[in-house]
Nanobody, 121 residues
Framework: QVQLVESGGGLVQAGGSLRLSCAASGSIFAINAMAWYRQAPGKQRELLAEITSGGMTNYADSLKGRFTISRDNAKNTVYLQINSLKPEDTAVYYC???????????????WGQGTQVTVSS
């Protein structure tokens, strides 16, 4: 099994920045794509950004360049840098990873427990 643990959330003033981290641990044979999502109260979970093991990235059109996803394959960790935070960025931020726990096992999607980001105006 692969476990994902997010960190780096918290309370920040509008205009500030945060760097979220998500580390994968446990039985890991390979981690392929990793991604960040968020879910605001009363809203559906939305994809923010994703990154392949080779470093190719894809972002939601709505982010307008404020979000940057990166990863350290040696540490099985994905990061999300968020700049110019706005109150509407308040949400629980989740990371996900698609990977294999052992050689030959199927690729499965794993989720972290989420980290709260609250932006005050």
């Amino acid at each position: 099994q692969v476990q994902l643990v997010e960190s780096g959330g918290g309370l920040v003033q509008a205009g500030g920045s945060l760097r979220l981290s998500c580390a994968a641990s446990g039985s890991i044979f390979a981690i392929n794509a990793m991604a960040w999502y968020r879910q605001a109260p009363g809203k559906q979970r939305e994809l923010l950004a994703e990154i392949t093991s080779g470093g190719m990235t894809n972002y939601a059109d709505s982010l307008k360049g404020r979000f940057t996803i990166s990863r350290d394959n040696a540490k099985n960790t994905v990061y999300l840098q968020i700049n110019s935070l706005k109150p509407e960025d308040t949400a629980v931020y989740y990371c996900s990873a698609v990977g294999q726990s052992t050689a030959g096992s199927p690729s499965l999607a794993y989720w972290g427990q989420g980290t709260q980001v609250t932006v005050s105006s």
